[in-house]
């Protein structure tokens, strides 16, 4: 399979996912474009710091905060996280705004939206992406 070609970057599909077309010929899924930064931001703020053994301060420290109480200087904090982790580790993007939005049903568990207003520096194309911030209990699925 011939990889796509994208100024603004192509990588493999998060979560990663492997194709096998023709006899002989298999690969990893590649994602590109808006996608590729929307799953490259997924990665960003799912990532504690120290955890990537060759960049230890890469990725966001959003894990420490799942069972704060959610007020408005958590909320804040939250922000001033993702800007930075935006500033540094993501050059392909300009954030214009972001959002925390706590719904009232959802807050009792812990779970709150973050919402990015994005603009790509090389195309000034805008977009929107939102995160899910909050912890999932691990299960095991029944096989």
């Known amino acids: 399979m011939e990889a796509r070609k994208s100024f603004l970057g192509t990588g493999w599909a998060f979560p990663v996912s492997f194709h096998k077309n023709l006899p002989g010929a ?3 899924d590649m994602v590109s474009e ?12 799912s990532t504690r710091p120290g955890e990537r053994v060759m960049r230890l301060d ?12 959610a007020n408005t200087s958590l909320i804040t904090y939250i922000k001033d996280l993702i800007k930075k ?4 580790y993501e050059p392909r993007v300009d954030l214009q705004n972001v959002e925390v939005v706590p719904n009232l049903n959802d807050l009792l568990e812990g779970r709150v939206l973050i ?6 520096r090389t195309t000034n194309t805008r ?3 939102v995160f899910d911030y909050y912890s999932r209990e691990a299960t095991i699925k029944p096989q």
């Open 26 to 28: 298999c690969g990893a």
């Open 34 to 45: 808006v996608q590729d930064i929307e799953q490259s931001l997924t990665i960003l703020f």
């Open 58 to 69: 890469y990725g966001s420290a959003l894990d420490d905060l799942v069972f704060e109480p």
């Open 85 to 88: 982790a935006i500033l540094y």
């Open 115 to 120: 919402v990015l207003d994005l603009v790509v």
């Open 127 to 129: 977009f929107n992406y």
